[in-house]
């Protein structure tokens, strides 16, 4: 029996970027601060001022969340007229919203015609809500246990659309303006689709946009980057964004390990161990999180415990065991529950935390390792015959 509901956004007088609509003005929603000072020069707006109008604008947009410039008291009227002849406050579209049993919510969004992600509000985690979100739309690691794995790579997001999945979220949880009380959204996590490593220059920029106090104001602490193990760019990562970091690992010896996550073989896990071990700030305040996925008969056993606890020796850590989400055609089962807290019994001796993650929105397809859109990559060539078939 399927519980999940379908129901319309909280916030209907958003507006939304609808593939009908090809040739809406460009959304101020998801810009930097640069790119707003930009935009107000473009509108007119004397150099020496449009720092300030930029100011303005990014407490409208991101404390307040506003969805019409006329709701811009501060700004005159004339301003805001020019400005809604150059621009919108859109964010992209959500083509379906389903609500799990357990309160978690996914958002499938579209960002142009035929590129949709996938985002994940899930609340009440330790007293706090997360939201999940996408920094690609497929992927290229093919994590095996992983059905986003099976969705070739369309592209990487903009800053711009991985700031706008917090926007879509607020919207429709009435997060706004932005208050440091009774918040639903409390924490990010870069546990989408894609690897964030891999967009780490529009990811850094949207945890800029996202972290600011005068804006959205989530801060790095409260923001958790997971990556399967891209080595060159894990000390990067730590320099730019000051974030939390989390390592999908799921195999604690180099052979199960290239079968679970292909990366390995390029990044084996003597280089990912000190790559980790190289993480700035990396300390009993700010440790590292490796998620491990229990697969039943694969990588549960209580020697694979211990071999987690002995390569993990010296890292700061916290493991987030993951019982395994299904999904169609998938090749694997969830570890019995007695074997995963056996699993957890080994290591939590060792004087690591290893709590046993709750599956969220399994009957919604939003737990993890589950999320998939259906974007396919198009070659330019059919990009153009489409785009002419349209103008015809």
């Known amino acids: 029996m399927n519980h999940a509901l379908n129901i319309s956004a909280a916030n209907p007088n958003a507006p939304r970027l609808d593939g009908s609509q090809p040739h809406l003005p460009p959304s101020l929603a998801g810009m930097t601060r640069a790119q707003l000072r930009d ?28 969805t019409s410039f006329d709701e811009m008291t501060n700004i005159s009227k004339d301003l805001r007229a020019k400005m809604a002849d150059r621009f919108t406050l859109s964010r992209p579209k959500i083509v379906e919203r389903l609500v799990s049993v357990d309160g978690t ?13 996938e985002t994940v509000f ?11 979100v996408s920094s690609q739309v497929g992927c290229t690691l093919n994590c095996t246990f992983c059905h986003t794995g099976t969705q070739a790579l369309v592209r990487n997001l903009t800053a711009a659309e991985i700031a706008a999945q917090v926007m879509i979220a607020r919207d429709d949880l009435q997060e706004w303006p932005t208050s440091n009380e009774n918040r639903k959204i409390t924490n990010i996590v870069f546990m989408g689709m894609g690897e964030p490593l891999y967009n780490l220059d529009h990811v850094s920029d949207a945890i800029d946009t996202i ?54 073989k390029k990044y084996p896990l ?3 161990m000190d790559a980790i071990r ?4 990396l300390g009993n305040s700010k440790r590292v999180t490796f998620e491990y996925v229990m697969l039943k008969g694969v990588n549960d056993s209580l020697a694979e415990a211990r071999a987690l606890v002995k390569l993990l020796k010296g890292v700061p850590a916290k493991i987030n065991l993951i019982p395994f989400n299904p999904w169609p055609d998938s090749p694997y089962e969830c570890s019995d529950w007695d074997q995963i807290e056996a699993f957890a019994d080994v290591v939590n001796r060792a004087g690591y935390a290893s709590p046993i993650r709750t599956p969220r929105g399994r009957d919604i397809f939003a737990a993890c390792g589950q999320l998939r859109s259906e974007s396919k990559k198009v070659r330019a060539s059919e990009l153009r015959k489409q785009r002419l078939a349209g103008e015809a």
């Open 39 to 66: 935009a107000a020069i473009e509108i007119g707006v004397d150099e020496k001022k449009a720092k300030m109008r930029a100011e303005q604008l990014w407490r409208w947009i991101y404390h307040q969340g506003a």
């Open 211 to 264: 972290s600011d106090g005068d804006g959205m104001a989530i801060g790095r602490r409260r923001t958790t980057v997971s990556t399967s193990g891209v080595v060159p760019k894990i000390k990067e990562l730590g320099e730019r964004t000051g974030t939390m970091l989390a390592i999908s690992l799921h195999a604690t010896n180099d052979d199960l390990r290239d079968e679970l996550v292909p990366l390995n």
């Open 270 to 272: 003597a280089e990912l």
């Open 105 to 117: 919510r996914k958002y499938l969004i579209e960002l142009s015609p035929g590129v949709e992600c």
């Open 122 to 132: 899930i609340p009440d985690v330790a007293k706090s809500g997360a939201l999940c």
């Open 278 to 281: 190289q993480y700035p700030g």
